[in-house]
Every structure is written in structure tokens, then in C-alpha cells.
């Protein structure tokens, strides 16, 4: 069987899908890093909403999926931004995602964290609103049962007048935080209102913020999650974090190198990437639990192309293209997203991605995956 593709010109070209998935299996829990996955939400397509409506989402759909992910021993990143937290999933659908998640993490013993952020303000707001926007989040997130994971947020980013206003309000949040949470920096590839995050459009000059608020802090802080597609950045954060503070790569580009590691040190890992990618990132990392770090490089190493085309320019929607993987792969019976992000993407990007996810033996049903590509496809009217 063959499929005909987009070629990116204009044109189309003949595709031959691999005949057999990769053989994956469960396993082990990992014990030399810490995996999550950041999840997405599966949304409702027979509600009657738009891309301005509160988000409609397919509850059992989504909580089966992470069932999915739980059953390969990754954890469960809730409520981030790859969940379209703040692009098309707000603040209370966020809170029930948590609540429903975290509920079943303890039914089936999964890992799960849960973000923290104000996205429930919908206008400037003041530095004592935004510590209480924080505030009510972390109670809920707390009260679930998960860990915190205190994301960056759009309205400190527009209030901030420099860094010591960062400082104050992590600093706050810290002290009565009751467990230890993970610190999220996302740059602004990610998401352009968070330009200029601790303070300064330097990343250098963040830097010194971001490494003040964790040393000011360092029983309060489990690990630091970096977004910023800069690996030796990460490298160097991370060689001076504070022993017991663990550095989780959220780089999307460079992920298998950093959690390989080096001499002095190697990251966890909370990715985006990894909900497409999770029963083979969590292959991979059983290898490296062995210590063949060559053997986890060879599994990972080409999953990278992938990843950078979901993550390619602007990254912010890398989203469609993890939803979009997740129908090919019966992961939901439809290509359907909570504020219509499914038209985010060319028709061109996405036959990139299922020629690369199809070539990784990605799909649990390679013929399913042909099947649903090919209905796409005639959808933009391209006939077989």
C-alpha cells in the first residue's frame, strides 16, 4: 500500500508506510531518571462551541490517555501549556483537569504534577492579585495531592517592574509552598507574552534572577524545569543548581543529550515530546537505567527530527501536531482541538509529521494511521 503525500512545493510524491510497529512494551519503573510527560487534552467534538468558549473537553478520553502514559512508568505533567493552558483551555478547566487527573493518578498509582499560574486574571493585574492568583492555584494543586509545578505567568511578566519583583513573589510562594515544587521557565518561543521573564530580556541577566530565587529557597525547590531550546544554557543551570535540586530539560530540540548527561552531572526529563514519543522514551530510558547510554542515544536520537518538526517555528502550536499524532495513533477517535488549534498547521506539516512518526514505527496500528491520513486528505481534497 501507498499513500500520496504533499511535498511542501506544491506537488505530491508517493509514500510507502512502514508495514509493522515498533514492538514496545511495559515494564519496569525507571530508576535512574525522573520522566514526565506533559500532556494534551482531548476535547469534546460533538459540543456546539466555539474558539471563544470555555473549553469542551472529552473527560474519559483524556484520562485515558493518561492511563496510557502511566502504564509505560512516565509520570503525568497536568495542566501545562502542552494541555492548551492559556490557548484554548482556561483557568476552570484547568482546575477540573487537575482535580479528575490527580484523582486518577491515585487510583492507578501514577506520578503527577500539576501547573500553577494565574491564568484565571483577565486584566492587568497588581503584584498582590497575581500572588493571590498563585495562591488559589497552589491550594487547589495541593489540596489534589500532586506536586506543584509553579509555571511562568503572562501577568507577572506584564507587571514586573525588574527583578526583585520576581524575587518577592517566588520568594512568597515558596515559603508556604508545602512540599517541594518544580520552578517552569518557558521562554518566549513557547509563549511571546513571557518575553523578558525574571526581569530581563538578557538571558544572562535572568539567569543570575532565576539561580537567586532557588538558592534563596533550595528545600522548597524539587527541580527547575528550562524551556528555552538552548542546550548548553541548560548545561550550565544546571551545573549550578543546589545539590538535591534536580534540572528537568523541557528542550524539545536536544533532549536525548541532556538526559544522557555528561561527567558532571545530566538532566530529567519534562517534555512536550514525550506524549507522542512515550512508549519509546520510556524504552529508551530503561536502557539508559542499565547504564548503555549508546543504547538509549540509538533509540532516542532519531526521534529528534520529529520533534523538530512539531516544535519547528512558531512553536506555540506544537500542540496540533501532538494531537494530531495522537488520532493517527487511536489515541481519540478525531482530529479535534478545544479552540479549534487543529487548523494551526498545514496540510503539508502534518504529512511531514505522519511520514516521520510512521518512519519511528510510532503507530500501534500502522493501517489505522494510513487510514485516518488518507481521510485528511481527502478532506483538503487530495485524492489516492
Not at 319 to 332: N, P, R, Y
Amino acid at each position: 500500500m501507498t499513500i500520496r503525500l504533499p511535498d511542501g512545493a506544491g506537488g505530491l510524491r508517493t509514500y510507502t508506510p512502514r508495514p509493522e510497529p515498533l514492538a514496545l512494551t511495559t515494564g519496569a519503573p525507571f530508576t535512574s531518571r525522573t520522566v514526565f510527560s506533559a500532556a494534551h487534552v482531548v476535547a469534546d467534538p460533538l459540543a456546539d462551541v466555539s474558539p471563544d468558549s470555555p473549553a469542551a473537553v472529552d473527560w474519559e478520553a483524556t484520562l485515558a490517555f493518561r492511563r496510557h502514559l502511566w502504564s509505560h512508568g512516565l509520570g503525568v505533567a497536568e495542566a501545562m501549556d502542552t494541555a492548551q493552558r492559556g490557548m484554548g483551555l482556561d483557568w476552570a478547566g484547568a482546575a477540573e483537569l487537575i482535580r479528575r487527573s490527580a484523582k486518577e493518578a491515585k487510583a492507578v498509582g501514577g506520578r503527577i504534577a500539576c501547573g500553577v499560574g494565574t491564568d484565571q486574571l483577565t486584566a492587568p493585574a497588581s503584584l498582590d492579585e497575581i500572588r493571590a492568583a498563585y495562591e488559589e492555584q497552589l491550594a487547589l494543586v495541593e489540596e489534589s495531592g500532586a506536586q506543584a509545578i509553579l509555571m511562568a505567568s503572562r501577568a507577572l511578566a506584564a507587571a514586573a517592574k525588574g527583578p526583585e519583583d520576581y524575587l518577592e513573589v517566588y520568594g512568597h510562594l515558596l515559603r508556604q509552598a508545602a512540599e517541594p515544587v518544580v520552578l517552569h521557565w518557558l521562554g518566549p518561543m513557547f509563549d511571546p507574552a513571557l518575553e523578558g521573564y525574571w526581569g530581563s530580556s538578557d538571558l544572562d541577566t535572568a539567569t543570575e534572577t532565576f539561580l537567586e530565587v532557588i538558592a534563596a529557597h533550595p528545600d522548597k525547590v524539587d527541580g527547575i524545569k528550562v524551556s528555552l531550546l538552548d542546550a548548553q544554557r541548560e548545561i550550565d543551570i544546571r551545573r549550578r543548581l543546589p545539590s538535591g535540586v534536580r534540572c528537568y530539560t523541557g528542550d524539545d530540540f536536544n533532549y536525548p543529550e541532556l538526559i544522557a548527561g555528561d561527567e558532571k552531572g545530566f538532566s530529567h526529563a519534562l517534555l512536550g515530546i514525550f506524549d507522542p514519543l512515550g512508549p519509546l522514551a520510556a524504552e529508551a530510558v530503561r536502557v539508559l537505567d542499565t547504564g548503555n547510554v549508546q543504547g538509549f542515544r540509538d533509540l532516542l536520537d532519531p526521534t529528534v527530527e520529529l520533534s523538530r518538526h512539531l516544535f519547528q517555528t512558531p512553536t506555540r502550536f506544537y500542540k496540533t501536531g501532538v494531537v494530531f499524532l495522537a488520532w493517527l495513533s487511536g489515541h481519540q477517535e478525531h482530529f479535534t482541538m478545544v479552540g479549534g488549534l487543529q487548523s494551526a498547521r498545514s496540510l503539508p506539516h502534518f504529512a511531514r509529521a505522519y511520514e516521520l512518526a510512521d518512519g519511528l514505527g510510532l503507530f500501534p496500528d500502522p493501517a489505522l494511521a494510513e487510514t485516518r491520513m488518507k481521510n485528511l486528505l481527502a478532506v483538503y481534497g487530495v485524492a489516492q
